[in-house]
């Protein structure tokens, strides 16, 4: 594993991290860990979306079947 140092973090910023720690409960460390492998997660998110196939289906299409199936429970 390696050890990640991260520089000139504002205040508000670093104040803000270790309030949302404190009410998670976690150290300030394991608690920027668990963001920052959440943020790391996410990252191919716009490339898998790009590979998906566009369709041409218009809005309000989409709408009225939403609508029909709620209408059915």
């Known amino acids: 594993m ?3 140092y991260i520089r000139h973090v504002p205040d508000e ?3 803000r ?3 949302l720690a404190a ?3 976690l150290p300030l460390s ?3 860990l668990r963001e920052l492998t ?3 997660r996410r990252a191919d998110n716009a490339e898998l979306l790009n590979a998906l196939p566009s369709l041409s289906i218009d ?4 709408l009225e079947a939403l ?3 709620r209408a059915e429970r």
């Open 59 to 62: 809005h309000k299409t989409i």
């Open 2 to 4: 390696r050890t990640l």
């Open 30 to 32: 394991t608690f920027a």
């Open 67 to 69: 609508r029909d199936s």
């Open 17 to 19: 991290l270790e309030k």
């Open 13 to 15: 910023v670093a104040a």
């Open 38 to 40: 959440e943020t790391a």
């Open 23 to 25: 009410q998670a409960g």
